[in-house]
T-cell receptor, first 114, second 111 residues
Framework: GAVVSQHPSWVICKSGTSVKIECRSLDFQATTMFWYRQFPKQSLMLMAT?????????EQGVEKDKFLINHASLTLSTLTVTSAHPEDSSFYIC??????????FGPGTRLLVL | LAKTTQPISMDSYEGQEVNITCSHNNIATNDYITWYQQFPSQGPRFIIQGYKTKVTNEVASLFIPADRKSSTLSLPRVSLSDTAVYYC????????????FGTGTRLLVSP
């Protein structure tokens, strides 16, 4: 089946630094990727939709200058959390879709900002 | 996007059949119903998807009545490893359609 990977699986950083999270579709080409954020005991919240070669579409309330998304190829999308602060600590999950019309999710990245 | 309503939590024992019902009263004609499973600190895993009547795969069955305003995920003979959160989502089956996750159902399977 379709496999989506994320790297790193967890990261700890100091407040004010930037962190980049990669999302890769390993065995299919993903024309669209989605980024979600999940706080403890809560559901997934969609942050943005990313289409290869174009600018991401952000959900209301998500700061596009803080959460930079790049979808430069059909197998890679990146999320950069700029000037991270403790309130950005969360579980970040990406999903990807190709021709199968089903969204496949990555394993997630745990971010802890100190 | 159609809103979904599920029970917050359910308890079961190993070997039992578990049925989780999801309400989606304002489902659109071109919407499909998809269920995902999520374990702690992992991304959601696709379980099953359907449009009407009944769909079955090696993991679960999905029952959808004629009016499609609800659906039921059936897990046969659950085991401890089925303890997870189960999400019901309703959206057009384009793959490019963003998914809106509800609260999900937290299933606890006990020995």
């Amino acid at each position: 089946g379709a496999v989506v990977s994320q790297h790193p699986s967890w990261v700890i950083c100091k407040s004010g630094t930037s962190v980049k999270i990669e999302c890769r579709s390993l065995d299919f080409q993903a024309t669209t990727m989605f980024w979600y954020r999940q706080f403890p005991k809560q559901s997934l919240m969609l942050m943005a939709t990313s289409n290869e070669g174009s600018k991401a579409t952000y959900e209301q309330g998500v700061e596009k200058d803080k959460f930079l998304i790049n979808h430069a190829s059909l197998t890679l999308s990146t999320l950069t959390v700029t000037s991270a602060h403790p309130e950005d600590s969360s579980f970040y999950i990406c999903s990807a879709t190709g021709t199968s019309e089903t969204q496949y999710f990555g394993p997630g990245t745990r971010l802890l900002v100190l | 996007l159609a809103k979904t309503t599920q029970p917050i939590s359910m308890d079961s024992y190993e070997g039992q059949e578990v049925n989780i019902t999801c309400s989606h009263n304002n489902i659109a004609t071109n919407d499909y119903i998809t269920w995902y499973q999520q374990f702690p600190s992992q991304g959601p895993r696709f379980i099953i998807q359907g449009y009407k009547t009944k769909v079955t795969n090696e993991v679960a069955s999905l029952f959808i009545p004629a009016d499609r305003k609800s659906s039921t995920l059936s897990l046969p003979r659950v085991s401890l490893s089925d303890t997870a959160v189960y999400y019901c989502l309703v959206a057009p089956n384009t793959g490019f359609q963003k998914l809106v996750f509800g609260t999900g159902t937290r299933l606890l399977v006990s020995p």
